[in-house]
């Protein structure tokens, strides 16, 4: 017998409390018998409201009816359940309303008792009905609710409603009923109890494996915490459809120097700056994720360069972004720095001769598409070798840079400027013909012509030529032509 008891015990067990170390299942069961205490707390309360209508019921309703005994035998029921339901609210009143510092016992001893007064009454209450009714109505509903209400240990709560039930099927063999409503009465009657002890086994089970989950689900939530907490680059959680960060850790704060009492309304709008918005949205949109974005970044007005990654993911019920940032802006001064190694002319800082000549094409195109002309100017720096030889290379050097200096302070904005190789430049001028080209040179000329700094002059001869679009000429022609019209004017200039 005790080795069958001890294989039930282990089933029920292993049934009832799979996966659940015994620190999980105390938790559970503080909890769950928190949520007990307060449902029989509204039980109470809706017993006590109801009792003036079951008093008027009886004094009332049931006035004609002979049997006095089955009236007041109601009365005294719902008198006990009253005084149980205040004794009850008493107690949780003093001793269960602070979830903390509960007394266990107490609340293990009010969870073992409970259940017993509450179906006593019932099955009372179900007895004295056949005396005049012969409906097992009343009986069936305490029952149910006591499955329903009473998820605790089932095997305690399934003992009790099998003793009361033994209890309630001898009172309906002594009652003076004939056979078939006997007989009927307790095949429905145990029907529902078995229906109550699936309902509450059934119950508490999915209430474990719910606790269980959310249990699970808080330990990742805490682990993701601090993993997003320590990760050593900066982290932000934003809510999907409008932007709001809703988290963002220590390196995030720090790197992007946000103020935490501003953090309620930060949208990360107001620190990234999307250069593909489009591309990054249909990505996750496609994907769910977007890797390795390069996007600017505004910090104390300052801009910084990251490489942002996009994953997107459920947060505390919201459709969320967890976005990534590192650092690049190094390696992106760098990259300018390198960009501007292979694009400068490292003497006068003005485009060299591969980045002027790819401009150049450019321009041809764009005069074509938007048929506006432009005016290339093609220049050579006189008697340099004259320097060199008589003052030195460095002095030659200087001549070159003052010369450009003087160029560049007269050119617009949109104006174009850069080195052929030795003392031969070009300027291109978008949008302007060769009349404005010539005044522009000949106020250049008036500055190189006052210049007395050195014991030399600053002198330069031009070549204009002016792009028509639909002219059909190559770039070699255009420089060539410019080209040939400068050393025109350098002709002239030694003749002097």
Request: negative net charge; charged residues 20%.
């Amino acid at each position: 017998m005790n080795a069958i008891i001890k294989k039930f015990h282990g089933f029920y067990a292993k049934y009832m409390h799979s996966n659940l170390n015994q620190s999980t299942l105390n938790n559970f069961e503080d909890e769950n018998n928190l949520v007990i205490l307060n449902r029989i707390k509204l039980l109470s309360k809706i017993n006590i409201i109801f009792s003036f209508y079951y008093v008027y019921g009886n004094l009332k309703l049931f006035e004609d009816i002979s049997d006095k005994g089955f009236i007041w035998t109601n009365i005294i029921i719902e008198a006990i359940g009253v005084v149980v339901s205040i004794i009850y609210l008493l107690l949780y009143n003093n001793y269960f309303r602070n979830d903390v510092h509960v007394n266990k016992r107490l609340v293990s001893f009010v969870l073992w008792v409970f259940p017993i007064l509450f179906l006593g009454l019932g099955t009372a209450f179900g007895l004295n009905s056949q005396r005049i009714t012969g409906s097992i109505d009343s009986y069936i509903i305490f029952v149910m609710i006591t499955a329903f209400i009473f998820t605790i240990k089932p095997l305690y709560i399934i003992i009790v409603l099998i003793i009361y039930q033994l209890i309630f099927l001898f009172g309906l063999s002594q009652m003076n009923q004939p056979v078939y409503i006997s007989v009927t009465n307790k095949i429905y009657t145990s029907g529902f109890v078995l229906f109550a002890i699936l309902i509450n086994v059934s119950q508490y089970k999915l209430n474990i494996n719910q606790f269980n989950n959310n249990a699970k689900l808080q330990v990742s939530e805490q682990n993701f915490r601090k993993l997003f907490d320590i990760n050593p680059y900066p982290l932000f959680i934003v809510r999907h459809f409008d932007g709001l960060v809703i988290e963002s850790n220590k390196n995030a704060i720090n790197y992007f120097e946000i103020n935490p009492e501003n953090m309620n309304d930060l949208k990360i709008d107001d620190i990234f700056i999307y250069p593909k918005e489009q591309e990054i949205m249909e990505k996750l949109k496609q994907q769910g994720h977007a890797y390795n974005h390069v996007v600017e970044i505004k910090v104390d007005k300052v801009y910084k360069w990251v490489v942002a990654n996009y994953e997107l993911i459920d947060y505390h019920g919201d459709k969320c972004l967890l976005i990534g940032a590192t650092d690049i802006t190094e390696m992106k001064k760098l990259e300018k720095e390198l960009l501007k190694y292979a694009t400068t002319d490292m003497l006068t800082g003005t485009l060299n001769r591969r980045s002027g000549i790819k401009y150049l094409q450019e321009m041809i195109k764009k005069a074509e598409t938007n048929q506006l002309p432009f005016v290339v100017c093609y220049i050579d720096i006189n008697c340099l070798k004259q320097v060199n030889d008589k003052y030195g290379h460095s002095e030659g050097d200087y001549y070159i840079i003052k010369v450009c200096s003087i160029i560049q302070d007269n050119l617009d904005e949109s104006d174009v400027l850069f080195r052929m190789g030795g003392d031969e430049f070009l300027i291109v001028f978008p949008n302007k013909h060769e009349n404005e080209a010539e005044l522009f040179w000949q106020k250049v000329l008036s500055e190189l012509n006052s210049f007395k700094e050195k014991p030399y002059a600053l002198t330069a001869s031009h070549g204009l030529f002016e792009y028509i679009p639909g002219s059909n000429i190559s770039l070699e022609e255009i420089v060539n032509y410019s080209d040939f019209q400068m050393y025109k004017e350098k002709s002239n200039y030694k003749e002097q």
